[in-house]
């Protein structure tokens, strides 16, 4: 596969942005020796106009044999990996994150785009479903596309969640207008020009940039479908428009998710899992561990493994690898994450390590952070932190523990520590969660992208990955052809003779298991 080089700093990149406004932006970095490059701003009327040409390219598109889809998605697989350090550049540079975290990143759109070129054309094809009479009633059904897909993606993983779920709409014949967060618009840019390398056709898949408010209230009113990945706040007021508008959506919103630790867990396991867990992209992930309810009896040895080993993690906000924990992404988030550490403690929360913010390492980083102590009314006990902050409790028996994992409006995702698979699986179920990993704590569940991952309550709406994944994207259109004898009446009788001998037909193939 031949790949080409993307200069960052080209113009010609801006043509995946539909603007016509002369007006452009530069986000600041979280490092403070780079630069991101400036890109221009759409308008309200750039979206309408953003839709219509995707509507455009959408019905030559959906008419694309799946076969010939599939190869699309395999070439990006390829493309995706062969251009890893032009992408693992412009993610750290937009999100400050540590390079093995945004390489996280590459790995799942590129397993995200392997799954839907080995499975697309399998879960898209047509389906042939029993009619209602064997033989006389022929029945299919046709996943017909939704038309235009509108994606919202925010700035916490910008390639993956701005290109993800814009795949499996493409795969399932649609177009779509993505809407990434201000902060991280490059990361979109490259994800889109790639996919163009691989074949997509142009404005298949385009980018509107601005207000976040403005730009997605009128996509939302324009799209067939839409994508939102955020606050539970905004992803109410998108639900109720979408509703409005009798279109569907797809929502993964907030999450505080619990981690339990039962009383056999190894606990340098345990240590290697919630580090992985807790910090990775400096907390600043939907299924990061936030809550963590480790067994009375091995309570005070897990604090303090946990706590050591937190201790010794390399804190950069610099381009390049060899680092454990990176920068937060933006100052709001940096208020955000101090304020709720300085709350927990003014409300009796004690700090185990960590709880500073360090300006010497760069503007937006804090320490990882364990805090205990926190009862179960304690702000940081019930909101999302979004930040490498965790707090760790103990409990007396499981039947507690999963009562505390449950106590939250949220149930995005979770996860069980244990030797005994059987005994976590068993406290899996009981938890009210999308997604549960038994002895990891996300990346199990994240990674198996051939199986659904979303949110329960008020994680959201919908599913990502899996066959329901991509068929979201579709409406089901049901044609049934009957042959020889109508269903109506038949054979001269008069209505009730018809009505009997309907009944006693479904009797005889009950008794026959033919229906």
């Not at 207000?211 to 990945?229: K, M, N, R, S, W």
């Not at 381009?319 to 101090?338: F, K, N």
């Not at 698979?421 to 938890?431: D, H």
């Amino acid at each position: 596969m031949v790949t080409t080089t993307i200069d960052r700093n080209s113009p010609d990149l801006w043509r995946h942005v539909v603007s016509t406004t002369n007006q452009t932006h530069a986000p600041i970095s979280p490092f403070p020796h780079e630069t991101i490059p400036a890109f221009p701003l759409s308008s309200v009327a750039d979206v309408t106009t953003a839709v219509q040409r995707a509507r455009e390219v959408q019905r030559i598109w959906a008419l694309t044999a799946l076969k010939d889809r599939q190869t699309v998605m395999s070439r990006f697989h390829d493309i995706v990996l062969g251009h890893e350090t032009e992408i693992l550049d412009v993610i750290q540079r937009e999100t400050g994150k540590a390079r093995a975290h945004a390489m996280d990143e590459v790995l799942h759109v590129a397993m995200n785009a392997g799954y839907l070129a080995r499975v697309g054309k399998k879960v898209l094809r047509t389906e042939r479903r029993a009619g209602a009479f064997p033989i006389l009633t022929q029945s299919k059904v046709h996943h017909i596309p939704n038309g235009v897909v509108g994606v919202i993606s925010p700035w916490n993983y910008p390639f993956t969640l701005a290109i993800s779920d814009a795949l499996a709409a493409i795969m399932a014949g649609n177009a779509v207008v993505i809407k990434p967060d201000l902060q991280t618009v490059w990361s979109a840019i490259y994800a889109v020009e790639l996919l163009e390398q691989a074949g997509a056709p142009q404005g298949l898949v385009q980018i509107v940039v601005g207000d976040g408010p403005t730009l997605g209230q009128e996509l939302v009113a324009h799209v067939d479908y839409i994508c939102f990945t955020g606050s539970t706040r905004t992803g109410r007021l998108i639900a109720t428009q979408a509703a409005q508008r009798l279109i569907g959506a797809a929502l993964e919103l907030g999450g505080k998710n619990p981690m339990i630790v039962c009383a056999d867990a190894d606990l340098d396991k345990f240590v290697d899992i919630a580090i992985h867990s807790c910090f990775t992209s400096a907390g600043q992930l939907c299924v990061s561990t936030e809550r963590i309810y480790v067994a009375q009896e091995i309570y005070e040895l897990a604090v303090s493994k946990l706590a050591s080993r937190v201790t010794s993690l390399t804190i950069k906000a610099e381009m390049g690898w060899g680092y454990d924990i990176g920068s937060l992404t933006t100052s709001a988030q940096h208020e955000r994450v101090v304020a709720a550490i300085n709350n927990a403690v003014a409300q009796g929360a004690h700090v185990v390590v960590g709880g500073k913010s360090r300006p010497d390492i760069g503007p937006l980083v804090v320490e990882p952070t364990i805090l205990s102590h926190v009862s179960d009314q304690m702000d940081v006990a019930r909101q999302e932190v979004f930040g490498p902050c965790v707090f760790i409790s103990p409990f007396e028996t499981e039947e507690q523990a999963i009562a505390l994992a449950n106590d939250s409006e949220y149930g995005l995702s979770g996860s069980v520590i244990t030797r005994d698979v059987a005994r976590g699986r068993a406290i899996a179920t009981k938890l009210k969660c999308g997604s549960v990993n038994v002895n990891e704590g996300f990346a199990a569940t994240f990674g198996s992208v051939s199986a659904p991952m979303g949110g329960m309550g008020d994680s959201g709406l919908g599913r990502r990955h899996g066959p329901e994944g991509i068929r979201r994207f579709t409406q089901p259109q049901t044609i049934s052809v009957q042959r020889f004898m109508l269903i109506s009446r038949a054979f001269g009788m008069t209505d009730r003779q018809w009505s009997r001998f309907l009944a006693r037909s479904l009797k005889l193939m009950r008794a026959l298991r033919i229906r």
